[in-house]
């Protein structure tokens, strides 16, 4: 009897840990045109049971200005989603702000705005906040505030400042000073997410960026090998499933990105690029961790 006790006892902790099954949005590469897309998503999103929603960056089109006005139209945007937005910075808000239809600004000034701007508290964004985690928290790392790390349920989710355009790894601008920080940053907090993910005996990781970083790969010493041989690494050890969620190239794709030695799909990856521009969907992704092996579930939530 005590035995079966012991047992039983054990099967309703194990429960207890576990959450609800949820879902979440995740968004990007919106608004490209009118403002207005972007409240015309959170209408949207707001009728679907979404937990919180995920932003992964470029939220006005490569060629537009890249003035604080149309940054803070932005800002005030992400509060009209009833629950949590969490964003993560892409190339179009400071990256390519030196283009001269952008204004020709500095992009390291405009990086310093919307750290300001959008990273100045570690709140989320949205009517009901969302407390998060932050690199700024680090040492080493403190400038990069935009990274950022919350849970729930028996899952470890994580942004990381990955962008476009080659991660800004173009060495005939002067803006290239910032990158070998920031590559430093964000492979720090990748292992840094996966260390805590393991403390915590979590069944998933979640990761969300802005950068396509399997777009036109591999290229030898692009703006992503580093961090995506990192990542192979710690996917390998995790042995659990990682999501991915990336953004840049507009097309919606699911897909195993990662290969192992035999050039088979590594299994334990699996990788959602949202759909954008003129393709601006959401795509909701359930959860429910008491399926260990795979607690994902895909699908596209189609504008009107």
């Not at 604080?68 to 937005?85: E, G």
């Not at 500095?106 to 009901?128: I, M, N, V, Y």
């Not at 897909?255 to 909701?284: H, N």
């Amino acid at each position: 009897m005590r035995v079966f006790t012991v047992l039983a006892c054990s099967l309703l902790l194990a429960r207890a840990t576990m959450a609800e099954p949820f879902t979440f949005a995740a968004i990007g590469d919106l608004p490209y045109g009118s403002p207005q897309e972007l409240a015309e998503m959170a209408e949207q999103v707001n009728r679907q049971p979404v937990a919180f929603t995920i932003h992964v960056g470029d939220i006005k089109s490569g060629g537009s200005v890249c003035s604080d006005d149309a940054l803070l139209t932005v800002r005030s945007l992400f509060d009209r989603f009833d629950k949590p937005l969490v964003y993560t910075p892409g190339d179009n808000e400071w990256t390519d702000c030196h283009r001269r239809s952008c204004g020709s600004y500095d992009p390291l000034e405009r990086l310093d705005k919307l750290r300001q701007l959008f990273f100045a508290t570690p709140d989320s964004f949205g009517k009901q906040k969302l407390a998060l985690q932050t690199q700024g928290g680090s040492a080493r790392h403190a400038r990069f505030v935009e990274n950022r790390r919350w849970q729930r349920g028996k899952l470890t989710f994580a942004t990381l400042h990955l962008v476009g355009s080659n991660n800004n790894w173009q060495p005939e601008l002067p803006s290239v000073s910032e990158f070998a920080a920031r590559e430093e940053a964000n492979i720090a907090w990748l292992r840094d997410t996966f260390d805590e993910a393991r403390t915590r005996g979590d069944v998933a990781v979640v990761l969300a960026m802005q950068a396509d970083t399997f777009f036109g790969q591999p290229v030898p010493d692009s703006g992503f090998t580093r961090w995506v041989a990192a990542l192979a690494d710690e996917v390998a050890r995790w042995r659990k499933p990682v999501l991915l969620i990336q953004g840049d190239t507009h097309r919606y794709l699911v897909d195993r990105p990662l290969k192992q030695a035999d050039g088979t799909p590594l299994p334990q990856l699996l990788r959602v690029v949202v759909p954008g521009e003129r393709e601006a969907d959401a795509v909701l992704i359930e959860v429910d961790d008491r399926r260990p092996e795979q607690p994902f579930r895909v699908r596209v939530m189609r504008g009107g």
